[in-house]
């Protein structure tokens, strides 16, 4: 059965900084992993997605790599602002199936 | 930019009534998920339709939980009876399509926040 961890749990760092997220999994026979943004009392926004012939993707300030092999993947958030509070959460896809989640590292940006 | 609906987005609900989640895709999504997420933890998989036809059903716990989406559109999550222990968050999300994997992200709509007194 897949499981997935996400290290740290929580995470308060000053403004500005930039970060990494760990995301680890159990089984590397996956097609994608995805990794999601939530704030308090909502749903889930998809952040990226990586599939799992490659190995990173981009969206403005974040960055997510994955290494399938060793069944890791990271999320790097540059220049970290306030707004980026919420929890991250990590999730593994095995082609059609539905996704298994970690249970999220919570962010916290200090202004 | 099209999203995925869901209403109530939160239900009080006594042990032992019945309570129902409703969602709606995105407009052409064949695949659609319902997850349960309890606070603190990462969202589970409950049930997955393709179009009209469940596809795995196997964390479902069946003598208290039913989904249906009859006609591959949207869908309903019920709950009869309720318990404490159902308390929680309902996710519905969406897929373009399954079996593609390029196109396997998932969309998530809003939620339904559950308590169960």
């Known amino acids: 059965k897949q499981e997935v961890t996400q290290i740290p749990a929580a995470l308060s760092v000053p403004e500005g900084e930039n970060l990494v997220l760990n995301c680890s999994f159990t089984?590397?026979?996956?097609?994608?992993l995805q990794w999601f943004r939530q704030d308090p009392g909502k749903g889930l926004t998809s952040l990226l997605l990586i599939q799992s012939s490659q190995r990173e993707q981009t969206s403005g300030r974040l960055n997510a790599s994955l290494d399938k092999s060793s069944g890791r993947s990271t999320l790097y958030i540059a220049a970290s602002q306030p707004g980026d509070s919420a929890t991250y959460l990590c999730a593994v896809g095995g082609g059609a199936d539905g996704l298994t989640f970690g249970k999220g590292t919570h962010l916290i940006i200090q202004p | 930019e099209a999203e995925v609906a869901q209403s109530p987005r939160y239900k009080i609900t006594e042990k032992s009534q019945a309570v129902a989640f409703w969602c709606d895709p995105i407009s052409g999504h064949a695949t659609l998920y319902w997850y349960r997420q309890i606070l603190g933890q990462g969202p589970e998989l409950l049930v997955q339709?393709?179009?009209?036809?469940?596809?795995?059903d196997s964390q479902l716990p069946k003598d208290r939980f039913s989904a249906e989406r009859l006609k591959g559109v949207d869908s309903t999550l019920k709950i009869q009876p309720a318990e404490l222990g159902d308390s929680a968050m309902y996710l519905c999300?969406?897929?373009?399509?399954?079996?593609?994997?390029?196109?396997?992200?998932?969309?998530f709509g809003p939620g339904t926040r559950l308590t169960v007194l």
């Open positions: 999300a969406s897929s373009l399509e399954s079996g593609t994997v390029i196109y396997n992200e998932q969309f």
């Open positions: 089984d590397s026979a996956i097609y994608n």
């Open positions: 339709f393709q179009d009209e036809s469940v596809v795995d």
